[in-house]
């Protein structure tokens, strides 16, 4: 499938593919989900977890724009150190995830927060084994917890979201112990940020900072912490 996949094409034929900027139907999808009823107190020190929406594009570029996250780096999670590398990961056999491994300050953002982001904004947790046109187990929906505390936070607001009704279809992302997490090439580190006019950026991911603009105007900045500058 990923041969067919609107960012192959993208990526192969950026000059055949005319889009005359966001998508507004994109945009208009993000709905600012209920804040998690279960937050963990917040630590004194940064923390990190490991998510995965999709192509790990956009969901960098939503966290890099979030107040409060210190870092945002795209990679895979999921798998073995061997196969940690985009054409083995994009066949879709590898058991990695495109993952965005997020740093933040609790004192400035929780990770309640981030989940919200997360399910609100970053991408749709209704869909499994597929984003859009992008599709198989490489482009699921997970949350890599990097603490028991992550986890049952990130189960309970799950729980919140189904029993409430908050989203069309029941949620369907996964939650897995994070167990090693391995950063993309260098190419793909900052990608929305250095590829705006990439027709797949316009089509699928700047409706993305749209909705997080709208939906959580006191969260949103405007320069992103970008990892090239770490």
Avoid at 34 to 41: C, G, Q, R, V
Avoid at 44 to 64: K, P, R, S
Avoid at 105 to 112: E, I, Q
Avoid at 223 to 228: G, M
């Amino acid at each position: 499938m990923r041969a067919l996949s609107l960012r192959t094409l993208a990526m192969l034929l950026p000059a055949a593919l005319a889009l005359s900027g966001p998508s507004a139907g994109a945009a208009e999808r993000a709905a600012l989900l209920p804040a998690p009823a279960l937050d963990e107190p917040a630590p004194d020190t940064t923390e990190t977890v490991v998510l995965a929406g999709g192509c790990f594009w956009g969901v960098q570029a939503v966290f890099q724009h979030l107040a409060g996250v210190t870092r945002a780096v795209s990679g895979y999670a999921g798998g073995n150190a061997d196969t940690a590398y985009y054409e083995a990961v994009s066949g879709g056999d590898t058991g990695h995830a495109e993952s965005v491994q997020v740093t933040f300050d609790p004192a400035v953002v929780s990770y309640g927060t981030i989940l919200r982001v997360f399910f609100s904004v970053a991408h749709d947790p209704t869909q499994r084994d597929r984003q859009g046109a992008d599709v198989g187990t490489q482009y699921r929906s997970a949350v890599f917890a990097a603490t028991d505390t992550q986890r049952r936070v990130a189960e309970a607001y799950i729980a919140q979201l189904d029993a409430a009704g908050a989203l069309p279809r029941p949620v369907a992302t996964q939650l897995n112990r994070l167990v090693a997490f391995y950063p993309a090439e260098a190419y793909h580190q900052d990608y929305a940020t250095t590829h705006p006019d990439n027709p797949y950026i316009a089509y699928t991911d700047l409706p993305k900072l749209d909705a997080l603009k709208r939906l959580f105007p006191d969260r949103y900045r405007a320069e992103p912490v970008l990892a090239s500058a770490n």
